[in-house]
């Protein structure tokens, strides 16, 4: 059975390309690693990536303030971090999100005190796709000289990342999302910044990460970065243009809603709720089918919680139990939209007769 890959936010597979930069760290090269750039820390996942930067950044300060901010629609790497770090006496703030789940940057100044250790927003969720102002929050933290951390692991490859312009002091990068290596997470830590190590031990990563490097995963993640930013003008057009397309046809079906924010959404991701219908059941039709697909969070499937990122966004609990998220990559064609549009109709139809 062909097999129609819509699940790029959980995942994306190995290029061929970055395999083959690879393959000589895996075999011939096998020295340990020595020079390695200072602003940049590489972990091993964007989990870890999140951890180091929140919890590095509130131990370091923990003696000037115990207050964090964030939003309800973080990823669990951040949201149950900020959870862990309230067991040592830090109190979060979670700024709400509006129905689109898109911030105001003004919320989060309103949040900051003179507390406040660390501010810590996505820049695209995982979801519902939905870009924030991070540039924007990124001024207001830095007017206040509050350290911000940007999670990028969803836009990395897709959205331009610039430190500088989003005013980001860290960022989190996670390689497995743009067509790179599982395994390998990215920090960039502006030079200054003081973070707290999260492993002990030898002094790779300049202190900031113990352990001997993962040179073939390093080398992977960064050529697929670099390859993902080459290919961005050829590859994103044509992906925007399969989610239109993908987003115009599932809302023909009756009883469906496009959620998160109608413009500024990630190129490739098209979300939806469905009425009387549950999420899971539509993920084993379309299974079935050779498709895969997403409910709400990937790494959350499998528990039948209504995703905490459509809660926050105000959805009702009926209507948060049907989402479906499909996700596109660089290699999906007109075809596998058409495939989609051509069997969603009558799945959604049949799963509303069962119920
Ligand atoms: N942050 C966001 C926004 C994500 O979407 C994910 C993964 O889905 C992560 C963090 C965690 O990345 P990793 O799977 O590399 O640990």
Redesign the pocket.
């Known amino acids: 059975m062909h097999t129609i890959y819509l699940d790029h936010?959980?995942?994306t597979a190995l290029d061929a390309r970055v395999l083959d930069a690879m393959l000589p760290y895996l075999t011939t090269e096998y020295g340990n690693a020595s020079s390695i750039p200072t602003e940049v820390t590489f972990t091993?996942?964007?989990?870890?990536?999140?951890n180091l930067a929140i919890k590095g950044i509130a131990f370091a300060s923990q003696k000037k303030g115990n207050h964090l901010v964030t939003s309800p629609i973080?990823?669990?790497?951040?949201l149950h971090t900020c959870q862990y770090l309230e067991r040592f006496g830090f109190k979060t703030t979670y700024v709400p999100v509006d129905s689109y789940g898109r911030l105001d940057p003004d919320d989060i100044g309103r949040a900051l005190t003179d507390q406040t250790a660390l501010v810590s927003i996505?820049?695209?969720?995982?979801e519902v796709g939905t870009i924030e102002p991070v540039a924007e929050i990124g001024r207001i933290c830095r007017a206040r000289k509050i350290p911000f951390h940007v999670?990028?692991?969803?836009a990395g490859g897709s959205l331009p990342i610039d430190v500088a312009e989003l005013n980001a002091d860290l960022l989190?990068l996670?390689?497995?999302?743009f067509y790179g290596p599982?395994?390998?997470?990215i920090l960039y830590a502006r030079q200054g910044v003081r973070l707290l190590p999260q492993v002990q031990g030898g002094s790779q990563e300049r202190g900031k990460r113990a352990g001997t490097e993962n040179v073939a995963g390093i080398v992977g993640a960064a050529t697929a970065l670099r390859l993902a930013y080459e290919d961005l003008p050829r590859v994103m057009p044509r992906i925007i243009a399969l989610r239109d397309r993908l987003i115009a046809g599932v809302l023909d079906i009756a009883g469906s809603q496009l959620t998160g924010h109608p413009t500024e959404r990630l190129p490739n991701n098209a979300s939806f709720v469905f009425e009387g219908v549950e999420g899971e059941s539509i993920l084993l039709s379309l299974d079935l089918l050779g498709v895969a697909a997403s409910t709400g969070?990937?790494?959350t499937s499998g528990s039948v919680d209504p995703s905490h990122v459509l809660l926050a966004m105000h959805l009702p609990v009926e209507l948060a139990h049907g989402s479906l998220r499909l996700t596109l990559g660089k290699d999906n064609t007109d075809e596998d939209v058409d495939a989609i549009l051509t069997a969603l109709p009558g799945i959604i139809e049949k799963l509303r007769q069962l119920r």
């Open positions: 936010a959980a995942t091993g996942c964007g989990s870890e990536s999140d973080e990823h669990h790497a951040v996505m820049y695209a969720n995982n999670d990028a692991v969803q989190s996670s390689a497995h999302k599982k395994g390998v997470g969070s990937a790494c």
